[in-house]
Structure formats: structure tokens, C-alpha cells
Nanobody, 116 residues
């Protein structure tokens, strides 16, 4: 059974930092392209960042480029998202996604709230 479990969310003040993790099990993690998405109530889920199987040339949404860093540890089957200089607009549920050809899996998400 494939599981993607996010953690690390919480309440942080503007300008603060958080590190999200996505622990994967039941799949060949190193073969999957991994992404972080975020969603706010009433809006579509937006792509935040993507990292390939070799971790080269990750891509970012314009809104987070320069503030967020996506990374992966294939030995630990874990995906990360380091979020710095957080803004109130970053408030959302953050979810990880794993893709390998037609195999697509999602985690349940973790809430990030940026507020003073």
C-alpha cells in the first residue's frame, strides 16, 4: 500500500520559516518525480515546486522562487520543502505528489498558517 505522509506544518509569523516533510512508503521512491502543491479553500490546488529523480534543476512557482527549496533524500524515502521568509499568502494546505508514468499518488496534506 502506497502512503505519502506530510508533516512539519503549523502556525508561523510572517518572515518565519518552516520545513515540510513527505515520508513515502510502498513505492520505489527514487523512481518518482515528486512535487509539492498547495490549496486554499475555494481555490484550485496550485503547483509549488517539482524535483526530478536526480534532484537536478528543480522548478518553482514564481510566487515562491527564491524563498522555498525542494529537496529529496532517496535513502530515507523522504521529500522536503524548506520555506523561508513566509508570507500570509503562503497560508494553505500543502500536499506532496508522486508521479511515475501513469502512477500518481497524493498525500493528505499539512496545514501551514502564516499570521501575526
Amino acid at each position: 500500500q502506497v502512503k505519502l505522509v506530510e508533516s512539519g506544518g503549523g502556525l508561523v509569523q510572517p518572515g518565519g520559516s518552516l520545513r515540510l516533510s513527505c515520508a513515502a512508503s510502498g513505492l520505489a521512491f527514487r523512481s518518482y518525480v515528486m512535487s509539492w502543491y498547495r490549496q486554499t479553500p475555494g481555490k484550485e490546488r496550485d503547483l509549488v515546486a517539482t524535483i526530478g529523480v536526480t534532484s537536478r534543476s528543480p522548478t518553482y512557482a514564481d510566487s515562491v522562487n527564491g524563498r522555498f527549496t525542494i529537496s529529496r533524500d532517496n535513502a530515507k524515502n523522504t521529500l522536503y520543502l524548506q520555506m523561508n521568509n513566509l508570507k500570509p499568502d503562503d497560508t494553505a494546505v500543502y500536499s506532496c505528489k508522486a508521479v511515475y508514468f501513469t502512477n500518481v499518488y497524493w498525500g493528505q496534506g499539512t496545514q501551514v498558517t502564516v499570521s501575526s
